[in-house]
């Protein structure tokens, strides 16, 4: 079992940067890929980024290529999302996910666990 705690999330203006952090429970952390993904109001939820169990795989979406960076420290059970350059259609509520695996995975399915997500809303 893991249990996902999302945090970091706020209001930023167009152009600005979060780091949205999510601390997860367990001791087997290192053996989770985890993923971030986002949903707008009247949207689906939609992938963001992935992670592998080691942090030696990762990749974002296209829409948010070269501004959002996935990275972990699984010392501290915990992976982040940085995101740059943001703009008013990032808004939205950032969730986190883990599953059992050494793959990264960009499918809601593929994902056993989620965290309750943080908003992050970007103002013009």
């Known amino acids: 079992q893991v249990q996902l705690v999302e945090s970091g999330g706020g209001l930023v203006q167009a152009g600005g940067s979060l780091r949205l952090s999510c601390a997860a429970s367990?001791?087997?952390?290192?053996?989770?890929?985890m993923g971030w993904f986002r949903q707008a109001p009247g949207k689906e939820r939609e992938f963001v980024a992935a992670?592998?169990?080691?942090?030696?795989?990762?990749w974002c979406a296209d829409s948010v290529k070269g501004r959002f960076t996935i990275s972990r420290d699984n010392a501290k059970n915990t992976v982040y999302l940085q995101m740059n350059s943001l703009k008013p259609e990032d808004t939205a509520v950032y969730y986190c996910?883990?599953?059992?695996?050494?793959?990264?995975?960009?499918?809601?399915?593929?994902?056993?666990?989620w965290g309750q997500g943080t908003q992050v809303t970007v103002s013009s």
């Open positions: 992670i592998n169990w080691s942090g030696g795989n990762a």
């Open positions: 367990g001791r087997t952390f290192s053996s989770y890929a």
């Open positions: 996910a883990a599953t059992y695996s050494d793959q990264t995975h960009r499918f809601l399915n593929e994902y056993d666990y």
